[in-house]
């Protein structure tokens, strides 16, 4: 059964980091880009990062850009999403998803992404 699973979320103050991982179970992620995604409370979800299974090449949002690093295990089943300088505003629960990197590239449009994990609560006290 194809799966991603995320976790490493959890209660973190201002200015504090966090590692978030999303690990694939049933297949690798090779010949995928696998996004993170984020949706506050009453507000759509919105795209983070991506990185490329195939040649590691990423992509961040404007929102986390300076903030946020995203990485790729060796064996292309686990990819990281370091975050760092939490604000208050980073409140939300993150997904990652993946889709065809060779079809699609990177990106954040939604609904090329066709597999998609539960989600990691991340909370950031002011």
């Known amino acids: 059964e194809v799966q991603l699973v995320e976790s490493g979320g959890g209660l973190v103050q201002t200015g504090g980091s966090l590692r978030l991982s999303c690990t694939a179970s049933?297949?690798?992620?090779?010949?995928?880009?696998i996004g993170w995604f984020r949706q506050a409370p009453g507000k759509k979800r919105e795209g983070v990062s991506c990185?490329?299974?195939?040649?590691?090449?990423?992509f961040y949002a404007t929102s986390v850009k300076d903030r946020a690093t995203v990485s790729i295990d060796n064996a292309k089943t686990v990819v990281y999403l370091h975050l760092n300088s939490l604000r208050p505003e980073d409140t939300a629960v993150y997904y990652c998803?993946?889709?065809?990197?060779?079809?699609?590239?990177?990106?954040?449009?939604?609904?090329?992404?066709?597999?998609w994990g539960r989600g990691t609560q991340v909370t950031v006290s002011s």
């Open positions: 998803a993946v889709r065809e990197y060779i079809r699609y590239g990177l990106g954040f449009t939604q609904q090329h992404y066709d597999t």
């Open positions: 990185i490329s299974g195939s040649d590691g090449s990423t």
């Open positions: 049933g297949f690798t992620f090779d010949n995928y880009a």
